[in-house]
Protein backbone atom coordinates (compact mmCIF):
# COMPACT_ATOMS: atom_id res chain seq x y z
CA UNK A 1 0.00 0.00 0.00
CA UNK A 2 3.05 2.01 0.64
CA UNK A 3 3.63 1.97 -3.23
CA UNK A 4 0.45 2.70 -3.94
CA UNK A 5 0.08 6.42 -1.69
CA UNK A 6 3.29 6.99 -3.26
CA UNK A 7 1.88 6.69 -6.92
CA UNK A 8 -1.18 8.90 -5.60
CA UNK A 9 1.07 11.86 -4.47
CA UNK A 10 3.19 11.80 -7.25
CA UNK A 11 -0.19 12.21 -9.07
CA UNK A 12 -2.11 13.99 -7.44
CA UNK A 13 -1.03 18.06 -7.77
CA UNK A 14 -2.54 16.89 -11.36
CA UNK A 15 -5.64 16.83 -10.59
CA UNK A 16 -5.86 19.74 -8.11
CA UNK A 17 -6.82 23.40 -8.98
CA UNK A 18 -4.06 24.58 -11.65
CA UNK A 19 -3.75 20.77 -12.39
CA UNK A 20 -4.00 19.31 -16.04
CA UNK A 21 -6.43 17.07 -14.56
CA UNK A 22 -7.79 19.79 -12.29
CA UNK A 23 -11.68 19.14 -13.78
CA UNK A 24 -11.35 15.24 -12.57
CA UNK A 25 -10.42 16.28 -9.32
CA UNK A 26 -14.05 14.52 -8.09
CA UNK A 27 -13.20 11.50 -10.04
CA UNK A 28 -9.91 11.17 -8.53
CA UNK A 29 -10.76 12.10 -4.90
CA UNK A 30 -13.35 9.58 -4.85
CA UNK A 31 -10.81 6.38 -5.72
CA UNK A 32 -8.30 8.00 -3.09
CA UNK A 33 -10.67 8.15 -0.20
CA UNK A 34 -11.70 4.75 -1.10
CA UNK A 35 -8.31 3.86 -0.77
CA UNK A 36 -7.26 5.96 2.17
CA UNK A 37 -8.95 7.80 5.17
CA UNK A 38 -8.60 10.96 3.93
CA UNK A 39 -6.20 13.39 5.98
CA UNK A 40 -8.58 16.48 5.97
CA UNK A 41 -9.82 17.53 9.38
CA UNK A 42 -12.09 20.61 11.42
CA UNK A 43 -9.56 23.26 12.35
CA UNK A 44 -11.81 25.75 13.78
CA UNK A 45 -15.50 25.46 15.99
CA UNK A 46 -16.96 21.84 17.37
CA UNK A 47 -16.13 18.92 15.66
CA UNK A 48 -16.39 14.91 16.72
CA UNK A 49 -13.32 12.48 16.67
CA UNK A 50 -14.55 9.32 14.86
CA UNK A 51 -12.26 6.89 12.87
CA UNK A 52 -15.00 5.95 10.69
CA UNK A 53 -15.96 7.89 7.86
CA UNK A 54 -18.92 7.32 5.16
CA UNK A 55 -16.91 5.09 3.40
CA UNK A 56 -15.90 3.02 6.47
CA UNK A 57 -18.99 2.78 7.45
CA UNK A 58 -20.40 1.23 4.32
CA UNK A 59 -17.59 -1.23 4.14
CA UNK A 60 -19.19 -2.38 7.19
CA UNK A 61 -22.59 -2.73 5.44
CA UNK A 62 -21.13 -4.55 2.59
CA UNK A 63 -19.37 -7.00 4.44
CA UNK A 64 -22.60 -7.49 6.46
CA UNK A 65 -24.09 -8.10 3.45
CA UNK A 66 -21.45 -10.70 2.49
CA UNK A 67 -23.51 -13.82 3.82
CA UNK A 68 -26.50 -13.53 1.91
CA UNK A 69 -25.04 -13.08 -1.30
CA UNK A 70 -22.06 -15.62 -1.19
CA UNK A 71 -25.05 -17.76 -0.03
CA UNK A 72 -27.46 -16.71 -2.99
CA UNK A 73 -24.73 -17.49 -5.42
CA UNK A 74 -24.70 -21.12 -4.00
CA UNK A 75 -28.61 -21.19 -4.04
CA UNK A 76 -28.79 -19.96 -8.17
CA UNK A 77 -26.77 -23.04 -9.46
CA UNK A 78 -28.02 -25.19 -6.68
CA UNK A 79 -32.50 -23.96 -8.06
CA UNK A 80 -30.74 -24.73 -11.04
CA UNK A 81 -29.79 -28.03 -11.13
CA UNK A 82 -32.48 -28.77 -9.01
CA UNK A 83 -34.78 -27.71 -11.38
CA UNK A 84 -33.09 -29.67 -14.71
CA UNK A 85 -32.11 -32.83 -12.17
CA UNK A 86 -28.73 -32.95 -11.97
CA UNK A 87 -26.44 -33.70 -9.33
CA UNK A 88 -23.90 -30.80 -8.49
CA UNK A 89 -21.55 -30.40 -5.89
CA UNK A 90 -21.33 -27.39 -3.46
CA UNK A 91 -18.65 -25.73 -5.28
CA UNK A 92 -20.25 -26.52 -8.66
CA UNK A 93 -23.31 -24.41 -7.43
CA UNK A 94 -21.43 -21.68 -6.16
CA UNK A 95 -19.15 -21.45 -9.63
CA UNK A 96 -22.30 -21.89 -11.46
CA UNK A 97 -24.02 -18.78 -9.54
CA UNK A 98 -21.12 -16.79 -8.96
CA UNK A 99 -21.14 -16.20 -12.96
CA UNK A 100 -24.76 -15.59 -13.24
CA UNK A 101 -24.48 -12.90 -10.51
CA UNK A 102 -21.16 -11.25 -10.98
CA UNK A 103 -22.46 -9.93 -14.30
CA UNK A 104 -25.54 -7.92 -12.38
CA UNK A 105 -23.06 -6.82 -9.60
CA UNK A 106 -21.04 -5.40 -12.50
CA UNK A 107 -24.03 -3.31 -14.14
CA UNK A 108 -25.33 -1.84 -10.68
CA UNK A 109 -22.12 -0.49 -10.24
CA UNK A 110 -21.20 0.68 -13.73
CA UNK A 111 -24.36 2.01 -14.21
CA UNK A 112 -25.25 3.86 -10.65
CA UNK A 113 -21.44 5.06 -10.11
CA UNK A 114 -21.47 6.31 -14.06
CA UNK A 115 -24.70 8.68 -13.13
CA UNK A 116 -22.94 9.22 -9.29
CA UNK A 117 -19.29 10.79 -11.08
CA UNK A 118 -21.22 12.54 -14.00
CA UNK A 119 -22.93 14.45 -11.24
CA UNK A 120 -19.91 15.18 -9.21
CA UNK A 121 -18.35 16.00 -12.31
CA UNK A 122 -20.84 18.70 -13.36
CA UNK A 123 -21.27 19.97 -9.65
CA UNK A 124 -17.73 20.15 -8.75
CA UNK A 125 -18.39 17.86 -5.33
CA UNK A 126 -17.23 15.43 -3.94
CA UNK A 127 -18.24 12.11 -5.11
CA UNK A 128 -20.83 10.73 -2.60
CA UNK A 129 -20.42 7.08 -0.63
CA UNK A 130 -23.85 6.12 -0.71
CA UNK A 131 -24.38 4.14 -3.71
CA UNK A 132 -21.20 1.57 -2.53
CA UNK A 133 -24.17 -0.15 -0.47
CA UNK A 134 -26.48 0.32 -2.79
CA UNK A 135 -25.23 -0.96 -5.73
CA UNK A 136 -25.10 -3.91 -3.85
CA UNK A 137 -28.39 -4.23 -2.59
CA UNK A 138 -29.38 -4.04 -6.23
CA UNK A 139 -28.55 -7.53 -7.46
CA UNK A 140 -29.51 -8.81 -4.11
CA UNK A 141 -33.40 -8.31 -4.55
CA UNK A 142 -33.48 -9.02 -8.46
CA UNK A 143 -34.37 -12.45 -9.58
CA UNK A 144 -31.16 -13.98 -11.12
CA UNK A 145 -32.90 -14.09 -14.62
CA UNK A 146 -33.58 -10.16 -14.87
CA UNK A 147 -31.73 -8.88 -18.55
CA UNK A 148 -28.77 -6.96 -17.59
CA UNK A 149 -29.97 -3.91 -19.96
CA UNK A 150 -33.14 -3.82 -17.68
CA UNK A 151 -30.45 -3.46 -14.24
CA UNK A 152 -28.87 -1.13 -16.28
CA UNK A 153 -32.21 1.30 -17.15
CA UNK A 154 -33.76 0.75 -13.58
CA UNK A 155 -30.49 1.71 -11.85
CA UNK A 156 -29.58 4.95 -13.79
CA UNK A 157 -33.19 6.05 -12.79
CA UNK A 158 -33.04 5.74 -9.19
CA UNK A 159 -29.65 7.39 -9.13
CA UNK A 160 -31.12 10.34 -11.19
CA UNK A 161 -34.40 10.95 -10.41
CA UNK A 162 -34.96 9.09 -7.13
CA UNK A 163 -31.34 10.61 -5.66
CA UNK A 164 -29.61 13.56 -7.70
CA UNK A 165 -32.72 15.29 -8.30
CA UNK A 166 -33.07 15.75 -4.61
CA UNK A 167 -29.59 16.82 -3.94
CA UNK A 168 -27.16 13.72 -3.96
CA UNK A 169 -26.25 11.28 -0.87
CA UNK A 170 -28.25 12.61 2.22
CA UNK A 171 -30.72 14.34 0.57
CA UNK A 172 -32.81 11.37 -1.27
CA UNK A 173 -36.08 10.72 0.12
CA UNK A 174 -36.56 7.00 -1.02
CA UNK A 175 -34.13 4.01 -0.81
CA UNK A 176 -32.35 4.19 -3.99
CA UNK A 177 -32.47 0.34 -3.83
CA UNK A 178 -35.67 -0.28 -3.74
CA UNK A 179 -36.48 2.26 -6.29
CA UNK A 180 -34.77 0.59 -8.39
CA UNK A 181 -36.96 -2.78 -7.66
CA UNK A 182 -40.05 -0.78 -7.96
CA UNK A 183 -39.25 0.28 -11.27
CA UNK A 184 -38.79 -2.94 -12.86
CA UNK A 185 -41.85 -4.33 -11.10
CA UNK A 186 -44.09 -1.48 -12.56
CA UNK A 187 -42.21 -1.09 -15.86
CA UNK A 188 -40.96 -4.91 -16.56
CA UNK A 189 -43.37 -6.72 -14.33
CA UNK A 190 -43.01 -9.88 -16.94
CA UNK A 191 -39.23 -10.24 -15.62
CA UNK A 192 -40.11 -9.43 -12.34
CA UNK A 193 -42.80 -12.26 -11.63
CA UNK A 194 -43.73 -15.01 -12.41
CA UNK A 195 -42.11 -18.60 -11.72
CA UNK A 196 -39.25 -18.92 -13.80
CA UNK A 197 -37.60 -15.98 -13.40
CA UNK A 198 -35.96 -16.98 -10.24
CA UNK A 199 -34.35 -19.83 -11.65
CA UNK A 200 -31.20 -18.91 -13.81
CA UNK A 201 -31.21 -19.96 -17.16
CA UNK A 202 -35.06 -21.02 -17.50
CA UNK A 203 -37.46 -19.31 -20.11
CA UNK A 204 -40.98 -20.26 -20.94
CA UNK A 205 -39.75 -22.90 -23.31
CA UNK A 206 -37.52 -24.17 -20.39
CA UNK A 207 -37.41 -28.25 -19.97
CA UNK A 208 -37.59 -28.68 -16.28
CA UNK A 209 -37.97 -32.32 -13.56
CA UNK A 210 -41.42 -33.33 -13.16
CA UNK A 211 -42.56 -31.94 -9.99
CA UNK A 212 -40.30 -28.63 -10.20
CA UNK A 213 -42.57 -24.97 -10.69
CA UNK A 214 -39.71 -22.68 -9.88
CA UNK A 215 -42.42 -20.29 -7.63
CA UNK A 216 -41.36 -18.22 -5.00
CA UNK A 217 -43.35 -19.83 -1.16
CA UNK A 218 -44.50 -16.23 -1.41
CA UNK A 219 -46.08 -16.27 -4.70
CA UNK A 220 -47.26 -19.63 -3.60
CA UNK A 221 -49.07 -18.05 -0.88
CA UNK A 222 -50.37 -15.45 -3.06
CA UNK A 223 -52.24 -17.75 -5.01
CA UNK A 224 -54.00 -19.92 -2.49
CA UNK A 225 -51.78 -22.72 -2.59
CA UNK A 226 -50.82 -22.96 1.15
CA UNK A 227 -49.87 -26.42 0.56
CA UNK A 228 -47.00 -25.48 -1.36
CA UNK A 229 -45.40 -23.30 1.21
CA UNK A 230 -41.74 -25.30 2.02
CA UNK A 231 -41.18 -26.04 5.95
CA UNK A 232 -39.57 -23.61 7.94
CA UNK A 233 -35.89 -24.93 8.12
CA UNK A 234 -35.89 -24.50 4.25
CA UNK A 235 -37.18 -21.20 4.77
CA UNK A 236 -34.49 -20.52 7.24
CA UNK A 237 -31.49 -22.09 5.53
CA UNK A 238 -33.06 -20.84 2.36
CA UNK A 239 -33.20 -23.66 -0.20
CA UNK A 240 -35.86 -21.86 -2.25
CA UNK A 241 -36.41 -19.57 -5.08
CA UNK A 242 -36.05 -16.30 -4.65
CA UNK A 243 -34.58 -13.08 -5.53
CA UNK A 244 -30.93 -13.65 -5.25
CA UNK A 245 -30.04 -12.49 -1.37
CA UNK A 246 -33.50 -12.19 0.42
CA UNK A 247 -33.48 -16.64 0.85
CA UNK A 248 -32.10 -17.20 3.26
CA UNK A 249 -33.02 -16.19 6.67
CA UNK A 250 -29.73 -17.29 8.55
CA UNK A 251 -27.19 -15.22 6.47
CA UNK A 252 -29.29 -12.25 6.85
CA UNK A 253 -29.38 -12.64 10.66
CA UNK A 254 -25.69 -13.14 10.69
CA UNK A 255 -25.38 -9.52 8.65
CA UNK A 256 -27.70 -7.91 11.03
CA UNK A 257 -25.34 -9.31 14.11
CA UNK A 258 -22.83 -7.25 12.58
CA UNK A 259 -24.51 -4.38 11.58
CA UNK A 260 -25.60 -4.28 15.66
CA UNK A 261 -22.27 -5.32 17.14
CA UNK A 262 -21.02 -2.05 14.88
CA UNK A 263 -23.60 -0.05 16.06
CA UNK A 264 -24.29 0.96 12.24
CA UNK A 265 -27.37 -0.82 12.37
CA UNK A 266 -30.84 0.53 13.91
CA UNK A 267 -31.89 -1.89 16.64
CA UNK A 268 -34.97 -0.04 17.31
CA UNK A 269 -36.13 -0.07 13.25
CA UNK A 270 -35.15 -3.83 13.10
CA UNK A 271 -36.87 -4.53 16.50
CA UNK A 272 -39.99 -2.72 15.67
CA UNK A 273 -40.40 -3.73 12.09
CA UNK A 274 -40.22 -7.20 13.27
CA UNK A 275 -42.87 -6.34 16.33
CA UNK A 276 -45.24 -4.60 13.45
CA UNK A 277 -45.38 -7.87 11.51
CA UNK A 278 -45.93 -10.21 14.16
CA UNK A 279 -48.72 -8.14 15.70
CA UNK A 280 -50.56 -7.53 12.57
CA UNK A 281 -50.28 -11.22 11.69
CA UNK A 282 -51.68 -11.94 14.93
CA UNK A 283 -54.27 -10.08 14.56
CA UNK A 284 -55.42 -11.54 11.20
CA UNK A 285 -54.89 -15.30 12.47
CA UNK A 286 -57.67 -14.01 14.95
CA UNK A 287 -60.30 -13.32 12.51
CA UNK A 288 -58.96 -16.21 10.43
CA UNK A 289 -61.26 -14.67 7.48
CA UNK A 290 -59.16 -16.46 4.67
CA UNK A 291 -56.25 -18.88 4.90
CA UNK A 292 -53.69 -16.48 3.85
CA UNK A 293 -54.99 -14.60 7.19
CA UNK A 294 -54.68 -18.44 9.21
CA UNK A 295 -50.53 -18.33 8.26
CA UNK A 296 -48.57 -18.02 11.55
CA UNK A 297 -46.35 -15.22 12.38
CA UNK A 298 -43.21 -17.42 12.11
CA UNK A 299 -43.44 -18.34 8.63
CA UNK A 300 -44.97 -14.71 7.88
CA UNK A 301 -41.35 -13.20 8.92
CA UNK A 302 -39.48 -15.79 6.72
CA UNK A 303 -41.54 -15.51 3.34
CA UNK A 304 -39.99 -13.23 0.81
CA UNK A 305 -38.38 -10.54 1.44
CA UNK A 306 -39.70 -9.32 4.78
CA UNK A 307 -36.42 -9.83 7.51
CA UNK A 308 -34.09 -8.55 4.84
CA UNK A 309 -35.82 -5.43 4.54
CA UNK A 310 -36.28 -5.23 7.91
CA UNK A 311 -32.33 -5.39 8.62
CA UNK A 312 -30.86 -3.64 5.18
CA UNK A 313 -33.42 -1.85 3.55
CA UNK A 314 -35.76 -0.27 6.59
CA UNK A 315 -32.48 0.97 8.63
CA UNK A 316 -31.17 3.26 5.95
CA UNK A 317 -30.04 6.05 7.88
CA UNK A 318 -31.22 8.49 5.36
CA UNK A 319 -34.62 7.62 4.24
CA UNK A 320 -35.94 6.02 7.83
CA UNK A 321 -36.77 8.48 10.77
CA UNK A 322 -34.02 9.74 12.78
CA UNK A 323 -35.17 10.29 15.96
CA UNK A 324 -35.41 7.12 19.02
CA UNK A 325 -39.28 7.55 18.98
CA UNK A 326 -39.89 7.78 15.31
CA UNK A 327 -37.60 4.89 14.44
CA UNK A 328 -40.18 2.79 16.46
CA UNK A 329 -43.19 4.51 15.09
CA UNK A 330 -41.25 4.11 11.60
CA UNK A 331 -40.55 0.53 11.92
CA UNK A 332 -43.90 -0.53 13.41
CA UNK A 333 -45.84 0.45 10.46
CA UNK A 334 -43.55 -0.92 8.21
CA UNK A 335 -43.84 -4.06 9.53
CA UNK A 336 -47.78 -3.33 9.86
CA UNK A 337 -47.94 -2.17 6.07
CA UNK A 338 -45.53 -5.10 5.12
CA UNK A 339 -48.24 -7.56 6.16
CA UNK A 340 -51.56 -5.60 5.45
CA UNK A 341 -50.42 -5.42 1.69
CA UNK A 342 -49.29 -9.03 1.43
CA UNK A 343 -52.95 -9.86 2.42
CA UNK A 344 -54.91 -7.36 1.46
CA UNK A 345 -53.72 -7.40 -2.29
CA UNK A 346 -52.04 -10.86 -3.39
CA UNK A 347 -51.25 -8.39 -6.51
CA UNK A 348 -48.17 -7.08 -5.02
CA UNK A 349 -46.95 -10.20 -2.98
CA UNK A 350 -43.90 -8.56 -2.03
CA UNK A 351 -45.45 -6.09 0.22
CA UNK A 352 -41.70 -5.12 2.24
CA UNK A 353 -40.86 -3.19 -0.47
CA UNK A 354 -43.66 -0.64 -1.20
CA UNK A 355 -44.43 -0.50 2.65
CA UNK A 356 -41.43 0.71 3.26
CA UNK A 357 -41.40 3.31 0.19
CA UNK A 358 -44.39 3.77 1.69
CA UNK A 359 -42.52 4.68 5.13
CA UNK A 360 -39.91 6.52 3.35
CA UNK A 361 -42.12 8.96 2.49
CA UNK A 362 -43.96 9.82 6.07
CA UNK A 363 -40.45 9.38 7.71
CA UNK A 364 -39.92 13.46 8.02
CA UNK A 365 -43.30 13.98 8.57
CA UNK A 366 -43.08 11.30 11.75
CA UNK A 367 -39.78 12.83 13.34
CA UNK A 368 -41.66 16.67 13.02
CA UNK A 369 -44.63 15.45 15.32
CA UNK A 370 -42.06 13.65 17.63
CA UNK A 371 -39.73 16.55 17.95
CA UNK A 372 -42.20 19.03 18.15
CA UNK A 373 -43.35 16.91 20.83
CA UNK A 374 -40.28 16.83 22.66
CA UNK A 375 -40.63 20.98 22.65
CA UNK A 376 -44.20 20.87 24.00
CA UNK A 377 -43.10 18.64 26.93
CA UNK A 378 -40.36 20.74 27.60
CA UNK A 379 -41.68 24.06 27.60
CA UNK A 380 -44.76 22.34 30.04
CA UNK A 381 -41.77 21.39 31.82
CA UNK A 382 -40.11 24.76 32.09
CA UNK A 383 -43.63 26.52 32.79
CA UNK A 384 -44.34 24.36 35.75
CA UNK A 385 -40.89 24.91 36.90
CA UNK A 386 -41.40 29.09 37.19
CA UNK A 387 -45.28 28.82 38.43
CA UNK A 388 -43.87 26.48 41.07
CA UNK A 389 -41.19 28.87 41.96
Given at each position: ?????KY??K??????????????????D???????????????????R??L???????V???A?????L??????????H?????E?????????????????????????????????????????E?????G???????P???????????????????K????????????????T??????????????????????T??????D????????????????????P?S????????????????????I??????????G??????S?????I???L?????????????????????G?F?????????????????????WI???L?????????????????G??????????????????????????????????????
Open positions: MKAVRLDVKPQFQKGGRFEKFHSTFAFETFLFVPDTVTIKGSHIDPDMKRTMSVIILMPALFGMWNVGYQYLSVGSAGIWENFWFGFLKVLPIIIVSYVSGLGVEFIFAQYRGHEVNGFLVSMLIPLIVVNIPLWMVAVATIFAVTIGEAFGGTGMNIFNPALLRAFLFFAYPAQITGDLVWISGLGNAQVVGFSGATPLSSAALGMFDKIPLDLFFGFIPGSIGETSKLAILGAFILLATGISWRIMLTLLGGIMTIFNAFGANEYMKIDALTQIMLGLFGAVFMATDPVTASQTNRGKYGFTGVFAILIRVFNPAYPEMMLAILLMNTFAPLIDYYVVQANIKKRLKRVKLAVENK
